[in-house]
Every structure is written in C-alpha cells, then in structure tokens.
C-alpha cells in the first residue's frame, strides 16, 4: 500500500509540473506577442504624429502665400516637439535658423525627406 501512495503522489507532482510548464509556456508566448504589438501601436503613433506634423507644413508653409504667423509657428513647434525624435527635431531647428535662400531650400529637403523616411511601413 505505501508504495501505491507514492505512486499517487508522483503523478499529481508530475501532473502538476506539467501543468505549470504549460502554463510559463503560454504566459511566455502571450507576453512576447504583446510586446510585438506594443511596438506596433508605438510605430503607429510615431507615424500619426509625423503625418499630422507634415500636414501642418504643408499647410502652413508650402501652401501658405503670406508670412506665417506666430500661432502656426507655435502650432508647428508644438507638433515637432510631440513626435519625440531628435533628429527630426534637429533638422526642424535647421529649417527654422536658416538664413539664407539656399540654406533654406536645404533644409527645407533634409527635413521633408527624413519626416518621409520615419514613416514605417
């Protein structure tokens, strides 16, 4: 009889470990795919705001006939700042303390063309 106990007790151990394998294994696989798609939304949210941020050029500066306004120059300053990347907000600095025509023009391309090259696909 002592012997059939152990028996017993060995296989609810082992059901149990099995059990708990079972379960770290999916726990690992769950977490691994979350952390896949939080780096999607975070991709996703980056581009939005490079978008809404393009846009807001666009609008303000290459359609715009007249000299741009404090509010749009705040308004630009503020989208920059949100996206939270540095290079861009370097070369939007750039753009910004650009003097001459050329310079401008310049910048105007380093800057359009790296907010391009943000967006992930």
Do not use: H
């Not at 002592?2 to 151990?13: E, G, H, L, M, S």
């Not at 394998?21 to 769950?30: C, G």
């Not at 910048?107 to 790296?114: A, C, I, T």
Request: charged share 25%; net charge positive; proline share 2%.
């Amino acid at each position: 009889m002592p012997t059939t106990n152990k028996k017993i007790r060995n296989i609810v151990i082992a059901i149990i470990l099995l059990c708990l394998a079972l379960f770290v294994w999916r726990y690992l696989s769950l977490s691994s795919r979350l952390r896949v798609a939080e780096q999607a939304v975070g991709a996703q949210r980056v581009n939005e705001k490079v978008l809404s941020f393009s846009r807001l050029f666009v609008t303000n500066i290459l359609r715009n006939e007249q000299a741009i306004n404090f509010d749009q120059r705040l308004e630009l300053e503020n989208a920059v700042r949100d996206i939270k990347d540095p290079e861009i907000y370097k070369a939007w600095q750039e753009f910004t303390n650009a003097k001459e025509q050329s310079a401008v023009q310049l910048s105007f391309y380093n800057l359009f063309s790296l907010l391009l090259d943000k967006i992930s696909p």
